[in-house]
Structures are given as C-alpha cells and as structure tokens.
C-alpha cells in the first residue's frame, strides 16, 4: 500500500506539471504564427482570452475559440490557419477573424474591434499577403 501511495504522490504532481507546460505551447505558438506581439520579460502580452473566456484558459471556449476547436485535427498552427481561412467573423463585430488578428484585436471578443473600416483593412490585409502571413511554417 505504501509503494502505491508514493507512486501516486509522484504521478499527480508530474501530471500537473504536464498540464501546465501543454497550455501554453498553444499560447505561443499563436503569439509566433500569427505575428502578436511577444511576451517581454514577466509581462504577457496575450493572455489565453485570445481564445478562451477565462485568462488562464480552460473551459468555456470563446467563439473564436471555438472556432480553432473545430478545426483542429492535427497541429495547433493548422487549426490556427484553418480557423482564419475559413473566413469567419466569430464575435459577430462586423469584421472578419483573419482581418481582427491583422488588426491585433481579439477575434473572439465583440467588444475589441479595428478602429478602421473593414474594407480598409481588407485591401491593406490583401497587399501585406492576405492568409499567406498566417501559414504554418511546416
């Protein structure tokens, strides 16, 4: 019994620490593919809210969120591109996902949109390389 609790003891902290690391791979992966700006020292400049409701991520999903869940077969970057390329306005704010990440406001929230017109942004969007910027480097 003693040996079963001590493997146990051992488990769920690794387990945990597993967890921990997991999450934010997808944080930066997404901070790199989608050209946000990087954490500096302490400071996160993107927290999980880029997809999740809640800033340390976990459920629920926010519709841009959602969104990359729905898309995702394979790897974290295609489900990202995936996501874009679909050309969704998942907040419902008038601008497409692709355009609300170019801009650098949070596709998954209503309420942080560009300050531009959209069709503005979508000529800009277009002669900077349109979803190309956004392609999984694999």
């Given at each position: 019994?003693?040996?079963?609790?001590?493997f146990?003891?051992?488990?769920?902290p690794?387990?945990?620490?597993?967890?921990?690391?997991?999450?934010?791979?997808?944080?930066?992966?997404a901070?790199?593919?989608?050209?946000?700006?990087?954490?500096?020292?302490?400071?996160?400049?993107?927290?999980?809210q880029?997809?999740?409701?809640?800033?340390?991520?976990?459920?629920?999903?926010?519709?841009?969120?959602?969104?990359?869940?729905?898309?995702?077969?394979?790897?974290?970057?295609?489900?990202?591109?995936?996501?874009?390329?679909?050309?969704?306005?998942?907040?419902?704010?008038?601008?497409?996902?692709?355009?609300?990440?170019?801009?650098?406001?949070?596709?998954?929230?209503?309420?942080?949109k560009?300050l531009?017109?959209?069709?503005?942004?979508?000529?800009?969007?277009?002669?900077?390389?349109g979803?190309?910027?956004?392609?999984?480097?694999?």
């Open positions: 019994m003693k040996k079963r609790t001590w146990l003891l051992l488990l769920i690794a387990l945990l620490v597993s967890l921990a690391v997991a999450r934010p791979a997808y944080r930066i992966q901070i790199n593919q989608l050209h946000l700006v990087p954490d500096k020292d302490s400071t996160r400049t993107i927290t999980c880029y997809c999740h409701v809640n800033p340390g991520g976990g459920a629920p999903w926010n519709p841009f969120g959602e969104n990359v869940l729905s898309n995702f077969k394979s790897t974290i970057d295609q489900a990202l591109y995936d996501a874009l390329a679909a050309m969704k306005d998942s907040d419902a704010d008038g601008y497409l996902d692709a355009l609300e990440v170019f801009a650098g406001t949070l596709p998954g929230s209503p309420d942080s560009p531009v017109d959209a069709e503005f942004l979508k000529k800009n969007f277009e002669k900077a390389g979803l190309g910027l956004y392609k999984p480097a694999n």
